[in-house]
């Protein structure tokens, strides 16, 4: 027996003995719609019509919609992992990395859990101080470096009208905000 889906998108075979005279409720595997399917009725004689009937047709009964259940996708539960991946065997077998002492490992390890890096922001600030520092103990020895070298003059001038450009770009920056 070939019962169809009522959504229309499936047929499947049965065995004739399967469904009863009273019915049975079926699910369709592919939309998941239940429906009462009730055994088909197969032709014994048919007719042959000789000559055309005028037939007229009456309105069929409107279905109603049936909605059909949201698909939940089920999802595995994911698969752990036999071998970790920092284990000596897992970095061996690999990326080649032998490691014979774990002890020395672990040490390692612990040490650098107390390690503190110094940082960008932190090298950045001691750049920005080391160089206001070069800078002041420039100005304070711009006379004994103009006396021992007179060429520097013309640079020593310029490099400190530059340093007083920069602040007052700043100045006006935060003025006007």
Same mark, same amino acid.
């Given at each position: 027996?070939?019962?169809? =889906? ?11 003995? +399967? &469904? ?9 595997? %592919? =939309?998941? *719609?239940?429906?009462?399917? %009730? ?9 042959? &019509?000789?000559?055309? !009937? ?12 049936? !909605?059909?259940?949201? @698909?939940? @996708? ?15 065997? #897992? ?6 990395? !032998? ?9 390692? +390890? ?6 503190? +890096? %110094?940082?960008?922001?932190?090298? *950045?600030?001691?750049?920005? %101080? ?6 002041? &103990?420039? #100005?304070?020895?711009?006379?004994? $470096? &103009? ?18 450009? $920069? ?6 920056? *935060?003025?006007?905000?």
């Amino acid at each position: 027996m070939i019962i169809t =889906c009522n959504c229309g998108e499936k047929k499947f075979t049965l065995p004739d003995n +399967s &469904i009863p005279v009273s019915g049975r409720l079926v699910q369709c595997g %592919f =939309c998941g *719609l239940k429906w009462k399917q %009730f055994p088909v009725g197969e032709v014994k004689n048919p007719q042959t &019509i000789s000559r055309p !009937q005028k037939v007229i047709s009456k309105p069929k009964p409107v279905q109603q919609k049936i !909605q059909k259940p949201k @698909k939940v @996708k089920k999802t595995a539960p994911k698969k752990q992992r036999e071998i970790s991946l920092y284990s000596p065997e #897992y970095l061996a077998k690999k990326h080649g990395i !032998q490691i014979n002492d774990t002890q020395s490992v672990k040490n390692i +390890s612990k040490k650098e859990k107390g390690k503190v +890096s %110094f940082g960008f922001y932190n090298s *950045l600030i001691l750049f920005i %101080f080391l160089a206001i520092f070069l800078a002041r &103990i420039l #100005y304070f020895a711009q006379d004994f $470096v &103009i006396s021992k070298f007179p060429v520097t003059e013309f640079y020593l001038n310029y490099f400190f009208e530059s340093i007083r450009n $920069v602040f007052e770009i700043i100045r006006d920056l *935060l003025i006007i905000y």
